[in-house]
């Protein structure tokens, strides 16, 4: 009753202007609005440790934990016996068909996360997972798998060995976030960290239906910030996603982490800063800055770097915790959106705990590109309670949503301008532990919201692992 509450509230306050066509008036594109329709379970017992204030199987960086490909959808995870398991279910169906695959968690790390990629040139699934910093493990389905669901078993048959190698192609030593994106000709990039957390730099690879290349390393490490309390000369990039527009443009938010935490106000905090974009328009080849300044070029030695002009579109120092791998999205013109969190100022200047500042002050914000090529940032009227992640999904009508910790959802409309954002849903029925592993091709396939989360527990004792949905405006 409450959800229904809040819901009719939100829409009640929702701009709403008629539209002419033909002399006929025409009713305005609905605001937002969520139905959920319902839950299924994927694990009654999956794998549950709490590491870097997160769990392994909804580390919201995941790209992708959860995904839906032609009236299918897929997920991974590891269960409480740390074996990987990929599962997957026609859409509707109560229950999912799951495959263990032989490989388990080498290690109690929150990210060391499963994620998925489709290339749709051939029709395979692909998996890299369990790395922080050193070796990575990856799995390929068999040709044509995700084309032909109905008619093909789903057993341990149609999964190839695991390799520590991407067919071959080694990359680093020293690798993390595996992120996939599919690009607008059906092949497979694979987004990853060389380095370690305060000394790394990002890097691509592709495959073309036959053979893995390494496109390279596009941003740097090095070169020299400084804020009003010291300086550092390394830091790594980190990333808010990495995603194709209906245009075939490729975007990326981003936030900076330095290496040395002399640029702080006080060692108990973070030292992200500011919040940055870069876009490429060749498939990450090259890639430029927000007034189209070409900024680098992939596997050279011209790399984005913190010293570059023209990459902050939202300017703030690293005295307020702010979170680095938010979330981002795009539009059904190709403009780009994202979620940031951090202390704002009205609650001192300075956090000393990042944990608990974020917790009991963090605030998210909707950053956005206007048309007219104005960014815009407007303040999300939730208190995370969390220092954790929240993800943005826009409906088919470019209505915003923000999924925040524990499965609540707040909305804004585009007839507002995104100013009027409410709570639809409040996640108490959901026991979530935290953050959640969003359905990206689901919200954009069919209009539907889902999301994997696990329940609450403590220590290292296992819990239920479940995807919620719930329906869009049509």
């Not at 870069?278 to 030695?301: E, F, Q």
């Not at 709570?423 to 209009?447: C, P, T």
């Amino acid at each position: 009753m409450r959800r229904r509450t809040l819901l009719a509230g939100a829409l009640a306050g929702a701009v709403v202007t008629p539209a002419f066509a033909a002399g006929t008036a025409r009713a305005a594109n609905p605001g937002p609005s969520v139905t959920q329709t319902g839950t299924t379970t994927l694990d009654s017992q999956a794998l549950f440790f709490v590491s870097y204030d997160g769990l392994v199987n909804n580390n919201s960086f995941q790209k992708n934990g959860l995904l839906t490909y032609k009236g299918y959808q897929y997920a991974a995870w590891y269960t409480s016996t740390r074996n990987a398991v990929v599962a997957r279910r026609a859409l509707g169906a109560s229950s999912w068909s799951k495959v263990t695959l032989s490989h388990q968690l080498k290690s109690s790390d929150s990210h060391n996360v499963i994620s998925m990629g489709v290339s749709k040139v051939d029709g395979r699934l692909h998996l890299n997972m369990d790395s922080h910093s050193d070796g990575y493990f990856y799995v390929k389905s068999i040709a044509g798998l995700l084309d032909n669901p109905g008619t093909t078993s789903w057993t341990s048959a149609v999964f190839g060995s695991i390799q520590t190698s991407l067919d071959g192609l080694a990359l680093t030593t020293q690798f993390t976030y595996p992120q996939f994106v599919s690009t607008p000709e059906g092949k497979l990039q694979l987004s990853y960290r060389v380095g370690i957390s305060g000394n790394g730099r990002n890097a691509l690879a592709e495959y073309d239906g036959s053979t893995w290349t390494a496109l390279g390393e596009w941003s740097s490490s090095t070169g020299t910030y400084t804020s009003t309390h010291g300086s550092s000369t390394a830091r790594n990039m980190y990333l808010h996603g990495i995603d194709y527009d209906v245009n075939g443009r490729l975007h990326s938010f981003f936030t900076w982490r330095e290496q040395n935490a002399a640029v702080m106000c006080n060692s108990g905090g973070i030292t992200n800063h500011d919040t940055g974009y870069v876009y490429s328009t060749d498939r990450g080849r090259t890639w430029r800055n927000d007034t189209a300044a070409l900024v680098a070029t992939t596997g050279t030695s011209d790399t984005v770097a913190v010293t570059d002009a023209g990459l902050v579109v939202d300017a703030l120092n690293p005295d307020h915790s702010l979170m680095n791998q938010e979330s981002q999205f795009t539009d059904s013109a190709g403009l780009p959106h994202a979620i940031i969190s951090y202390v704002p100022g009205r609650f001192g200047q300075c956090t000393t705990n990042y944990v608990g500042d974020r917790t009991a002050n963090g605030r998210a914000f909707h950053l956005r590109k206007n048309s007219s090529g104005t960014w815009q940032k407007t303040e999300i009227p939730v208190a995370l309670n969390s220092s954790q992640r929240t993800k943005l999904v826009l409906d088919k009508y470019d209505n915003a949503y923000a999924v925040f910790p524990f499965g609540r959802i707040a909305a804004a409309s585009k007839a507002s301008g995104y100013t009027d954002w409410a709570v639809l849903y409040d996640g108490s029925a959901l026991n979530a532990f935290g953050e959640v592993v969003i359905d990206e091709l689901r919200v954009k396939s069919d209009n539907v919201l889902a999301f994997m989360y696990q329940e609450t527990s403590t220590g290292t004792t296992a819990s239920a692992l479940h995807v919620v949905e719930f329906a869009l405006p049509a």
